[in-house]
């Protein structure tokens, strides 16, 4: 017997479970389940891959199962809000799998995909809906969808919710659903500006944590380089080539913190012979789908992503994680590793820190409490770069970059010992501006990399439309065009 049976949890999703061979709960579903199978409001805080889904579906599955009533049109009974696309399909399909067994419906709405469609599976209600803001306020705002007969609200990754500008979505959520619900924050930290934010939300919450926020994965090797900017691209493809060649490396993720990063870094390695994809908010929707399917099945080994788009990635046997740029958000560090040691296995992560991050790694050191491990450059490096086929410099033009970065990262921060002066380098894109490192968003306008629009294809409550010609393409003479509604 397990100890989900005596948790007293339905028959029919005791069957579930043990169809997908689970019989001993994680901690954080030991400590959650109790709490919302007696009504409870929750905040939980957790790492990503303990099994957060879990701790919130089984309960409320038993609840909704417990309760049978007939679907309204356009309605549901539990609604679960998600920040990228990848992770609400994530959640719709294991919630899926739990309430095979159960008379209940399961429906994910995203953007990237025509809204009518998604209207028209709304007509006749749902029970469960897992949702992205923007996607859900404009099957809303087209009467497809009502709030007013959810029992359970789910906040999946609140944190990240939050970061990405989506507070004003929520507050209009929250103000749309009954004022008598049961509410749950889940995330992988919860910063106290973050709690005391979802207190608006949830009511006198039971808070379970089990693990200290922003611990790293027990079992993830953690080292450092130190290198130019200008020798990062090179040292990540002899280092992937090397680890392929003696099948040391089963899949890796290569983190940017920019779209247009991560292009750059899948052209490069592509042009060394390494199969590599990028996910990102500038790929449609099918191509995101096909970058994460390739690197599931092994086709593509190697995956490049921004910090938002790789929420939803939860693919098994990722052995290296690859920080190319060091997160400005220390936070974020934990989220990268985390997808790596994954079901007990090994990982390791490599970070690659340039002159500016340096301030950036002592702020990840100081939240973890972990020293990275330095390596040194390879020997003959810049030999061997030079004999990469993407390699288009000779190793004296790639050690004269390198120098002329360096005297230019000393003009931009000189007199700022600790990195914080001078604006971001042409890799910053729209974060460059003076007083401010490379990446960091600058007071009052969006996060870098990926916007809630860039992320997810959709809106963040008082975004501004984009407007359109008459052609349909973007442009000049605002007041003439047609204000185009996001989908």
């Known amino acids: 017997m397990s100890y989900f049976s005596e948790l007293g949890l339905a028959e029919p999703i005791l069957r579930a479970l043990e169809t997908k061979g689970y019989n001993d709960p994680t901690p954080i579903q030991r400590q959650a389940i109790p709490a919302l199978l007696e009504g409870r409001d929750l905040l939980g805080i957790a790492q990503t891959g303990t099994g957060k889904t879990a701790a919130f ?31 609400a399909a994530q959640i719709a399909d294991n919630i899926k799998g739990y309430a095979k067994n159960l008379k209940l419906m399961v429906d994910c709405v995203v953007g990237g995909v025509p809204i009518g469609k998604q209207a028209r599976r709304l007509v006749g209600g749902t029970d469960i809906l897992v949702a992205t803001p923007g996607r859900l306020l404009d099957l809303i705002d087209n009467r497809a969808l009502t709030l007013g007969r959810v029992e359970i609200f789910v906040l999946d990754e609140a944190d990240q919710m939050m970061d990405l500008g989506f507070i004003h979505a929520l507050k209009r959520v929250a103000n749309l659903l009954p004022k008598t619900r049961q509410s749950l924050f889940f995330s992988a930290t919860m910063p106290k500006s973050i709690e005391d934010l979802g207190k608006q939300f949830i009511q006198n919450p039971v808070r379970v ?108 046997g990722v052995s290296h994680v690859f920080n190319f740029e060091l997160p400005n958000v220390p936070e974020q560090y934990v989220h990268r590793i985390g997808r790596t040691a994954r079901a007990g296995a090994d990982g390791v992560a490599i970070s690659f820190c340039g002159p500016d991050e340096k301030v950036y790694l002592r702020d990840i050191e100081k939240l973890t409490r972990v020293k990275l491990d330095q390596v040194p450059l390879p020997e003959n490096f810049l030999a061997e770069a030079a004999k990469l086929p993407s390699a288009k410099r000779t190793p004296e033009q790639i050690q004269q970059d390198a120098r002329r970065e360096e005297r230019d990262q000393r003009g931009r921060f000189g007199d700022r010992r600790d990195g914080r002066g001078g604006g ?37 409550e008082g975004a501004k439309p984009r407007r359109y010609h008459s052609s349909g393409a973007p442009g000049v003479g605002a007041h003439r065009n047609k204000v185009r509604r996001a989908s």
């Open 424 to 460: 971001a380098g042409r890799d910053g894109g729209r974060d460059g501006g003076r007083g401010r490192p490379q990446g960091q968003k600058p007071q009052g306008q969006r996060p870098a990399g990926d916007a809630p629009r860039g992320a997810e294809g959709e809106r963040a």
């Open 57 to 87: 579906s089984l309960p409320s599955l038993h609840r909704l199962a417990a309760n049978p009533q007939p679907r309204k049109p356009a309605s549901c009974r539990m609604l679960v809000l998600s920040p990228t696309r990848e992770l």
């Open 209 to 316: 944590e089990v693990a200290p926020q922003a611990t790293t994965a027990e079992r993830v090797d953690q080292f450092v380089t130190f290198l130019n900017q200008a020798e990062k691209q090179a040292l990540l493809s002899l280092r992937i080539r090397a680890l392929l060649a003696d099948k040391t490396l089963d899949r890796a993720l290569v983190f940017t913190r920019t779209k247009h990063g991560a292009d750059r870094v899948v052209r490069n390695l592509n042009a060394a012979g390494i199969d590599a994809r990028a996910i990102h908010g500038n790929k449609t929707q099918a191509q995101r789908t096909a970058a994460l399917e390739a690197f599931r099945q092994g086709s593509s080994p190697v995956l490049v992503a921004t910090d938002i788009a790789a929420r939803g990635i939860d693919v098994s």
